[in-house]
């Protein structure tokens, strides 16, 4: 593979829309399935993993570090990606004080032959501090998804995967013939759907976005997604402050992030047995009876309406067991 190909290699993925069979709330519910990336699992954090390693290669390192949960996608889809071109890949592990176990995205880790990192949450800078100070000595030059040892700098090429889906959305409207009049998804750190938030300001159109907390607060949630926004200005060399609306909903976290209540989890089974649709407790199945719920508070109806579902197959796998 030639340099500039192995550049744009894992920044290009694309995925369908359907529709759904039912209603929901008096709309039409259309499906679109990144979950159905054909690489590395599947889901948003795929898109996400390829900016990063494209930026890590324009940038000249060689060693790609990525930090969550046990289970997280990103740390699954960065590993794998850093395995299929041979480029370094150490992950940062992030669990509770005595948690036990290994999922099914942390076993695809440690398949992947990226070096494992185990950290405790309360230390997670110092861990990354140590870890970039490690690499660093040995003549690597590292590149951290989350920007510093603090978490600050990494949003804006997160955002960007999501800014280049915008235009596949709207071209996907064209080859449909329809409109969507909104667009629903998860928002957990908020670039997935600052993304979207640069990709409608510059189209100047299209439908309303609107996020499903399933992690933060609304206010801290807003906030992020902001910073995540004027990182991408940044990184793009453009000046301005962003002055869109950035909707987002936080009634239904039931309770915070990973937690779910028994109705939610009717709702996706429900859900696999009237549409085929797989939905996980932590992200897309709260994002998507979310939805339902602000449709129906909202008295939204007769409305086309774009559920992104941005999960990952282990995740769900995890969850069900089907």
């Known amino acids: 593979m030639c340099e500039k190909e192995r550049e744009n290699a894992e920044a290009s993925f694309g995925s369908r829309i359907h529709c759904l069979e039912k209603e929901r709330a008096g709309n039409r519910i259309f499906v679109k399935h990144d979950e159905e990336i054909p690489r590395y ?192 200005r940044k990184l793009r060399g453009e000046a301005g402050v962003f002055r869109g609306e950035i909707r987002l909903e936080d009634k239904y976290l039931q309770g915070g992030y990973g937690r779910s209540l028994e109705e939610e989890r009717d709702w996706i089974e429900r859900m696999y047995a009237e549409e085929g649709l797989r939905l996980d407790r932590t992200y897309t199945g709260k994002s998507f009876y979310g939805m339902v719920r602000y449709l129906e508070e909202n008295k939204v109806t007769g409305k086309r309406i774009l559920f992104l579902h941005t999960g990952g197959l282990p995740l769900f796998e995890e969850e069900h067991d089907l």
């Open 41 to 232: 699992g599947g889901g948003n954090k795929v898109r996400i993993a390829g900016e990063h390693y494209r930026r890590a290669v324009l940038e000249g390192k060689d060693v790609i570090i990525s930090y969550g949960s046990p289970s997280s996608n990103l740390n699954r889809a960065v590993a794998e990606m850093c395995r299929a071109h041979d480029m370094a890949c150490v992950v940062v592990e992030a669990g509770e004080e005595g948690e036990e176990g290994v999922s099914r995205n942390g076993i695809r880790v440690r398949k992947s032959g990226a070096r494992i990192v185990p950290c405790k949450k309360s230390r997670v800078a110092e861990t990354l501090g140590a870890l970039l100070e490690e690499l660093r000595s040995e003549g690597r030059n590292p590149y951290y998804v989350y920007g510093d040892r603090y978490g600050r700098g990494g949003g804006g090429v997160a955002a960007e995967a999501y800014r280049k889906v915008w235009p596949e959305i709207r071209e996907q409207e064209r080859r449909l013939g329809i409109s969507f009049d909104y667009l629903f998804l998860a928002t957990g750190t908020g670039t997935t759907q600052a993304g979207l938030l640069l990709g409608r300001e510059r189209d100047e159109g299209g439908p309303r976005i609107v996020g499903i907390s399933v992690a933060r607060e609304k206010e801290r949630a807003i906030q992020k997604i902001r910073e995540a926004i004027e990182e991408n």
